[in-house]
């Protein structure tokens, strides 16, 4: 069955970096575009940036743009998202998620304050 497992969050000050990754199993990852969302309390879960399979085109929302990467390795079934100068309102949970498959992984939380 599909597994994703993120990992990688964290406390972190304003202005810090942190790498989020997902390990991915039970499906053909190399031909399948990749996503992450997050959720911070009280709000709905959102799109962050997603990364397609062929091509390795992203897309980002604006609030990151500039400050967030994403990519892949598809030698190793793990998509990553790359967060730089973050700012208190990035606090969330982390998810990854398969869009065509419509699965999540459990999350991991990020917390950025001082």
């Known amino acids: 069955q599909v597994q994703l497992v993120e990992s990688g969050g964290g406390l972190v000050q304003p202005g810090g970096s942190l790498r989020l990754s997902c390990a991915a199993s039970g499906f053909t990852f190399s031909s399948t575009r990749m996503s992450w969302y997050r959720q911070a309390p009280g709000k709905e879960r959102a799109l962050v940036a997603s990364?397609?399979?062929?091509?390795?085109?992203?897309n980002y929302a604006d609030s990151v743009k500039g400050r967030f990467t994403i990519s892949r390795d598809n030698a190793k079934n793990t998509v990553y998202l790359q967060m730089n100068s973050l700012k208190p309102e990035d606090t969330a949970v982390y998810y990854c998620k398969v869009p065509i498959l419509g699965s999540w992984g459990q999350g991991t939380q990020v917390t950025v304050s001082s």
């Open positions: 990364i397609t399979s062929v091509g390795g085109i992203t």
